[in-house]
């Protein structure tokens, strides 16, 4: 036979063979939707919507997503498909415009292939009218191996709460002995993959473990949430060039670093900017407040100042310690600042600042250096000899870079009343800012740990002792409790802001009380 008809033939008898061997949109393929649904960075008009396929395909698939009024999908208000492919680890993101009559209305979504449904999730735009109230809850360090997210229960099942933040370590890089995972066997809730996360894929199996959490997949399900991270979503106190858990066998941070972002974009409801470093961005409710979300971790900061120079045979030298930390570094930047600065509007009643890191002024109380160490780790006993000698201990927070702190403080001066969220710390806070001229500009709170070991898990039965101490030795401070896990509730009004520190009884076990702690009533320019 001839080439030409040979060929003919071929063409001939390929196009009696059934379209479907050809297609990579065929009835075999497997699609499974096992992380759940989340949605997150929610406007006046459009909210992002996020899944993750697990599937046998190795080709692209379109995936549908619908917005509904109802949970049953009668009445489709937005639809429209995206591809999950492998470059994207099969995670899929829309960013879908509400129209306006359906603004700060509950709205389902879900989305499918053929058969296959995901859960169907509850979000909400923000109002683009001023409310008579709206409520916040903000969050952060979810540690998985330290214990059960029952905290992230909670906020999922209040029906009050409009919006949630997550001011960053919503993950944990270490491997399955490091950090927190003394009891992580027993609760059955080991790290994958087990060791240290570097690679792409590695930051992906993390991010993939974490969306199997049930309270996890319930609250991402019930509440947008508004995320920015801190450290551990790279590694451990990173800066914009490395980190102090990272050595040079690991290979190149620039890389890792890249990982992590690419990692955490495909993961997380979360609008892509150009430049995926510049998570910086702000929100409007009404003209109730303006929300910002800052990065003081990845883009500019400059590297910490590392307490260990400044130790000689257990002595601390203070006096160069002090010298050394007002000089100028970077922490936040000026591209950022400038930013900040123009995005400010006087014409919110609040101005709420959403970061990672300790904005007060904070000196390690006397108590620490009279402490019986006998059962706290010997790596920390020399920095315990800080204690009693009134120097910002925390390099890592705004402490170690002072002059940074001082911009921000010009900033909120221009607001009419500012709250600063805080994660990163484990702790609980309260305190009043006031600048280096003593005028008070504002107001930070700081969340308590969903799970990640706090004072208590190191100091025992120190810790009323310590909490007593930090308020004592810091005239800022108002109220500290490192005993309790859980998260912060803003129920925020015109004319207050109600302020509650909600608790759960343990991470150590899924039966758990919840309770309500310290709570607050913030007026306009008034400290607490």
Not at 456 to 475: A, C, L, Y
């Amino acid at each position: 036979m001839k080439r030409r008809p040979f060929v003919k033939l071929i063409i001939f008898l390929s196009s009696l063979i059934p379209f479907k061997l050809f297609s990579y949109d065929d009835n075999d393929k497997l699609v499974i939707f096992n992380h759940g649904v989340a949605s997150g960075d929610p406007t006046n008009t459009n909210v992002v919507i996020w899944t993750k396929i697990t599937t046998t395909s190795k080709f692209p698939i379109k995936i549908l997503w619908e917005v509904s009024s109802d949970y049953n999908f009668n009445n489709i208000i937005a639809s429209g498909y995206e591809t999950a492919k492998k470059s994207n680890d099969y995670c899929i993101k829309a960013d879908p415009y509400i129209n306006k009559s359906f603004n700060n209305k509950t709205i389902y979504y879900r989305f499918s292939y053929k058969k296959s449904y995901s859960p169907v999730g509850k979000s909400k735009t923000l109002p683009i009218a001023n409310p008579n109230e709206f409520n916040i809850a903000f969050c952060s360090c979810s540690n998985y191996p330290a214990g059960f997210f029952n905290a992230y229960k909670e906020i999922a099942n209040n029906a009050d709460i409009d919006l949630v933040l997550h001011l960053g370590d919503y993950l944990y890089e270490y491997d399955d002995k490091g950090y927190a995972s003394v009891d992580s066997i027993k609760l059955d809730r080991v790290v994958d993959p087990l060791h240290e996360i570097i690679s792409l894929n590695d930051y992906r199996k993390r991010h993939a473990l974490y969306k199997t959490d049930p309270d996890l997949q319930l609250l991402h399900s019930n509440k947008p949430m508004i995320a920015v991270w801190d450290d551990h979503e790279f590694t451990n106190d990173s800066w914009k060039e490395g980190a102090e858990n990272h050595s040079q066998n690991e290979g190149s941070f620039k890389k890792r670093k890249a990982n992590a972002l690419k990692a955490y974009y495909e993961w997380m409801p979360i609008r892509d900017p150009k430049n995926k470093l510049k998570i910086w961005r702000k929100f409007e409710i009404g003209t109730l407040f303006q929300l910002f979300m800052l990065d003081t971790r990845s883009i500019y900061r400059e590297k910490q100042i590392n307490l260990d120079d400044y130790f000689i045979n257990n002595s601390f030298n203070a006096d160069q310690y002090k010298t050394d930390l007002n000089k100028q570094r970077v922490l936040v930047g000026n591209e950022q600042f400038k930013w900040l600065d123009n995005a400010v509007d006087s014409k919110f009643n609040w101005t709420i600042i959403g970061q990672q890191v300790l904005v007060s002024e904070v000196v390690l109380p006397s108590i620490f250096s009279k402490i019986d160490k006998s059962n706290i780790p010997s790596f920390i006993h020399k920095y315990l000899n800080i204690g009693g000698l009134n120097i910002p201990y925390n390099t890592d927070a705004w402490d170690g870079y002072p002059n940074e702190r001082d911009k921000l403080f010009k900033i909120l001066n221009k607001t009419n009343s500012s709250i600063v969220l805080t994660g990163d710390t484990h702790n609980s806070w309260a305190a009043n800012l006031f600048d280096k001229n003593n005028k008070f500009v504002g107001i930070e709170l700081g969340a308590p740990s969903i799970s990640s070991p706090n004072t208590i898990d190191t100091f025992k039965n120190s810790t009323t002792k310590i909490e007593k101490g930090f308020i004592n030795e810091n005239k800022n401070i108002k109220w500290t409790d490192g005993s309790n896990k859980g998260f912060v509730l803003l129920n925020i009004k015109p004319s207050n802001i109600n302020v509650s520190f909600n608790y759960v009884s343990t991470v150590k076990s899924k039966i758990y009380e919840a309770f309500e702690g310290k709570t607050f009533n913030i007026l306009p320019k008034t400290n607490i």
